[in-house]
């Protein structure tokens, strides 16, 4: 069930709703965190700009190993529900597109298998850095955005029944599965 809030036209570029003055200090960070430390500031293709930042914290995020990425991205999925419903809040809007916090938990989803398999943790650097490490990641890049602008079933119908927090995290998180999914696909294509 959708809340009673409005949901911005995306096909229209949009100001970021600015942070009420009055917002408490934990009300700053969790709105920075909502907005992706800026990057789903500009006022077109927010979500798109919210998914390089992501990717660009993910990068050093995946150096720590899989575990610890993969314990990061499943504690970003959950406190995630509270930040992107509190920014909504303080928006005053339902799903801004402005709110990119999943954004940044769906494209660190479909990395987890590159996390797994793309690059060892003590060659890290060394690794990301190699050609066909940069083509996956485009390619992993480029899935989770089609998904989450597509949004085909059952990420369709979550966007447009499930309200609050959840509801903003969930297609999300169910585009970055789907993308990993066709991702490993590929990947396994390419190598075979």
Not at 74 to 90: A, K, Y
């Amino acid at each position: 069930m959708t809340d009673n809030l409005s949901k911005p036209d995306i096909s229209k570029a949009n100001d970021c709703p600015p942070l009420p003055v009055n917002a408490s200090a934990l009300d700053r960070i969790v709105y920075w965190l909502g907005i992706g430390l800026g990057s789903g500031l500009p006022r077109r293709a927010p979500g798109t700009w919210g998914t390089v930042g992501g990717l660009i914290v993910a990068i050093p995020l995946m150096s720590l190993g899989f575990v610890p990425f993969l314990i990061i991205t499943l504690l970003s999925c959950v406190i995630g529900v509270w930040i992107c419903g509190r920014t909504s809040e303080l928006m005053q809007g339902h799903d801004d597109p402005h709110i990119v916090w999943d954004e940044w938990a769906g494209i660190w989803i479909t990395l987890l298998p590159f996390s797994y398999m793309g690059v060892s943790s003590a060659n890290f650097w060394q690794d990301i850095s190699q050609t066909l490490s940069i083509i996956a990641i485009i390619i992993a890049f480029i899935l989770f955005r089609f998904f989450d602008i597509i949004k085909p079933p059952p990420i369709g119908w979550v966007d447009k029944k499930v309200a609050g927090g959840l509801g903003i995290m969930l297609d999300d998180i169910i585009a970055g599965i789907m993308a990993a999914a066709v991702w490993l696909v590929v990947i396994l294509g390419m190598l075979l």
